[in-house]
């Protein structure tokens, strides 16, 4: 999986989306062999390190950027690009700010979004590529078709994970209606939850890319994702430990920030998570509070099964509680208690067959 990029850099790479109107102007100036150095934002930071050029004020368009980027200096935009607010600008950025990068064009580049925090974009006349600097991300704008094939690639690789998460998923009702529940079963199920969310982040990523023609990638990567962050939250909720300080989001902010590596690691995820049961053997018993398993009954408010699991406060208990012993939870009803009581009969059974059959 490649390194997560930040809100800044997607919503940077949005405005250099195929179809918008400032990668047009960038695919002009390299197709007439030019180069360009352009910063996004016209705030106080970046007027203080603006030397020399001219006030120019005019409503942006791809010509007028192809025309203003034969010029040697760099080219101010306001903060949506809009309009261009300066042009033939020589930016002084702080010398200590490190680079790595060698050419002057892109030296500079890189100096100035790390020190204003504004996207900088350099389009390099000998090279013919076009980088985007926000803060200390650097992203190369590669060309459609290879975007759109590592698109491909990574909807492919979320359809195999998929598949086997809804297996995991399968097993794990069954075991909890059999009440065999271990914790390495809750640990790899949520492991694979939070990679199925990465890669569709990664995706999102090419989606952003894309612009105008990441329509179809965007319209696989709902379809399967479907129920996938719902699920994920209940499962979390079903097992992790509340503590002072250490809610539910909390426990799922936690799993996000795991690096891939520690993400491999089943115990270093139940640990991260504070999973009921400790960590120390992952073939321990464990047994669910039911908040899955009723949210798969139609038409039941989230308010009613937060009374039910407070009132029996396991899955086990749940599934054997009468008709009449549902009814006295409040907002339930006899209606609503028998509803309940086939909801789960029916989920008991098809669990059993998913993972027998």
């Known amino acids: 999986m490649t390194p997560r990029r930040s809100g800044q850099l997607l919503a940077a790479l949005a405005m250099v989306a195929p179809g918008r109107p400032l990668r047009d102007g960038l695919d002009r100036v390299l197709q007439a062999g030019m180069g360009a150095l352009i910063v996004v934002g016209d705030g106080a930071e970046v007027l203080n390190i603006c030397s020399g050029g001219f006030l120019l004020d005019a409503a942006y368009s791809p010509q007028r950027l192809s025309e203003l980027a034969k010029m040697d200096g760099a080219t101010i935009l306001a903060g949506d690009a809009s309009r261009i607010a300066r042009s033939n600008v020589h930016l002084v950025p702080n010398p200590n700010v490190p680079t790595s990068e060698t050419g002057t064009r892109h030296r500079t580049a890189e100096r100035v979004a790390r020190s204003i925090r504004v996207p900088v974009i350099s389009v390099s006349q000998r090279m013919n590529v076009i980088s985007i600097y926000v803060g200390d991300e650097r992203h190369q704008i590669e060309p459609v078709p290879q975007v759109v094939n590592r698109a491909n690639q990574a909807v492919q690789t979320l359809e195999r994970y ?16 059999e009440d065999l529940v271990t914790l390495r079963d809750v640990v790899g199920l949520l492991q694979r939850s939070e990679m199925v969310a990465r890669i569709a982040s990664e995706i999102e990523g090419y989606i952003v890319e894309l612009g105008d023609d990441g329509r179809l990638v965007r319209l696989q990567l709902e379809e399967l994702l479907g129920g996938i962050g719902d699920d994920r939250r209940l ?7 509340e503590e002072p300080g250490w809610k539910l989001p909390q426990a799922l902010d936690a799993l996000a920030a795991l690096s891939n590596d520690d993400l491999l690691d089943l115990r270093r995820v139940a640990a991260t998570l504070h999973l009921a049961g400790g960590v120390a053997d992952l073939d321990s018993s464990m047994s669910p509070r039911g908040y899955r398993l009723l949210a798969r009954i139609p038409r039941l408010p989230d308010p009613v099964v937060e009374a039910i699991v407070e009132r029996f406060g396991s899955l086990q208990k749940i599934l054997r509680a009468s008709t009449d012993e549902l009814d006295e939870v409040g907002g339930v009803g006899a209606t609503r208690a028998r509803a309940i009581k086939d909801g789960l009969s029916r989920l008991t059974e098809a669990s059993i067959l998913d993972r027998y059959a």
């Open 162 to 177: 998929r598949t086997r998460l809804d297996e995991v998923t399968v097993t794990l009702s069954a075991l909890e209606i």
């Open 235 to 241: 499962v979390v909720r079903d097992y992790f430990r």
